[in-house]
């Protein structure tokens, strides 16, 4: 029997019995099951469409053809790792170093984002012969041991922090302790950074690194203050440490104004490290690590090959390239911009509308709306942002929450996510909140 003929529950008992209850679904009390997608829109078993208002790795729509064409026609021809000479992973380490600053020029080529982070770190600690991390509370940086050492979201619930990694106060100035009232919230934060490298130094620590997603995700769709990575970087550079980018969840447009969200901070801020993923190869595992020469010089110095088995295979990067050609014909990133200024400002209406929307805050198609109790505390409405999310659904609208409360809905669709879907979605949020 077809899996996509399977009856819903029978694919669930098999799913339970075969998996990790730790594998968790979307929506488990009651789980989509999906079996097709296009554009913006999933398809469950039963041909109803949802639109997609949580899928950031379908970067420019579930299925597109001109990626998966890419993908079929490299498969025809050949599939190998990287050891040999191929076109394709030249061209498209090329067509990355168009995007970035001069500075970024060496490329290395992996599957997944959690194994971009996880060179990040290596890099790192070679070159600065240092060993501890510094990293924004909440963060999320991958699955890998190493990653949830640096990952203050998961440690939290495990072995605890461990000796060699430091944690800032994430920079949200709308509920940290220096939120959008203060002088100068860039700087203060930024201050923060430099108290804890001080803290760590003062222990006989040394710092190889500070992480930070360029714009905090699972934190909860943060926007840090402008200016605040800018002064980070200068503290972390003069305790010898190196500045890595994590733009799995935000890069290739999503932001609008710039292709990569680091360049929000501006044309001088370049980053030592930037790792990328999940939307780098629109649901393909394919991920990238872009650094400077010295960086990459000190690695080689080691005189350990790094080799992965399927980073940078030739399907691998046609898919990747194919990306970044749809980018370009569809106009994307503008898109983005339009449609995210769009859907901010209805959002924004129905946060003068409806008291519990604490806050709205975002850039491009990278939105959080902050879901409160009160105005004064700002509590986080847990329970009432899972009936909202659940009341979507029930809509055919997909959508997820997140932040240390799980009080935070995030939108970051498709990036061919119309002006209509935006238009759609926030009069069913109205209608579900106008109804509670």
């Given amino acids: 029997m077809a899996a996509d003929r399977r009856a819903k529950a029978a694919t669930l008992d098999l799913r339970r019995r075969l998996l990790s209850s730790s594998c968790r679904l979307f929506f488990p009390e009651n789980p989509v099951k999906i079996i097709r997608g296009q554009g913006q829109y999933l398809y469950d078993e039963q041909g109803r469409e949802y639109l997609d208002c949580i899928n950031n790795v379908a970067h420019v729509g579930h299925c597109h053809p001109t990626v998966v064409q890419a993908a079929h026609e490299q498969n025809l021809v050949l599939n190998t790792n990287s050891r040999y000479l191929h076109d394709n992973i030249v061209d498209y380490a090329q067509r990355l170093s168009e995007t970035l600053p001069e500075k970024l020029s060496v490329f290395y080529f992996l599957n997944s984002g959690s194994e971009a982070n996880d060179l990040a770190l290596r890099l790192a600690r070679q070159y600065t012969g240092h060993q501890d991390v510094v990293v924004l509370d909440h963060a999320y940086h991958g699955h890998l041991s190493s990653l949830i050492d640096i990952s203050p979201y998961k440690f939290r619930n495990l072995d605890g922090q461990k000796e060699w990694v430091h944690v800032a106060p994430l920079p949200d100035t709308y509920r940290g302790p220096y939120r959008e009232d203060h002088p100068d919230p860039a700087g203060a934060y930024a201050s923060e950074v430099k108290h804890v490298i001080s803290s760590a130094q003062k222990k006989g620590r040394k710092i190889a690194a500070f992480f930070a997603e360029s714009l905090p995700s699972v934190s909860g769709q943060i926007i840090p203050p402008a200016g605040y990575f800018s002064q980070v970087a200068e503290h972390i550079r003069r305790a010898g ?82 990306v970044l050609d749809v980018l370009k014909t569809e106009q994307l990133q503008a898109h983005a911009t339009n449609v995210g200024s769009f859907l901010m400002e209805h959002l924004s209406q129905q946060k003068a509308k409806h008291p519990i929307i604490g806050d709205v805050r975002g850039t491009g198609l990278f939105i959080g709306v902050d879901l409160i109790k009160d105005e004064t505390l700002r509590t986080p409405a847990t329970e009432e942002a899972e009936y909202l999310v659940s009341r979507l659904k029930e809509n055919y609208i997909l959508l997820s929450t997140d932040g240390p409360g799980r009080n935070i809905l995030k939108f970051k669709p498709p990036m061919c996510f119309s002006l209509d879907n935006a238009q759609h979605v926030v009069a069913k949020l109205d209608d579900i909140l106008t109804e509670a």
Wanted: with cysteine; aromatic share 12%.
């Fill in 241 to 322: 440490g190196l500045f890595v980018a994590d733009e799995i969840q935000v890069g290739f447009g999503r932001v609008g104004k710039h292709f990569w969200a680091f360049q929000l901070e501006g044309e001088d801020f370049v980053p030592d490290i930037v790792t990328m993923g999940k939307s780098i190869g629109n649901g393909h595992p394919v991920a990238c690590l872009a650094t400077t020469q010295a960086v990459s010089r000190a690695f080689e110095a080691t005189g350990v090959e790094y080799f992965n088995t399927f980073g940078g295979n030739p399907v691998s990067c046609a898919v990747g390239l194919a």
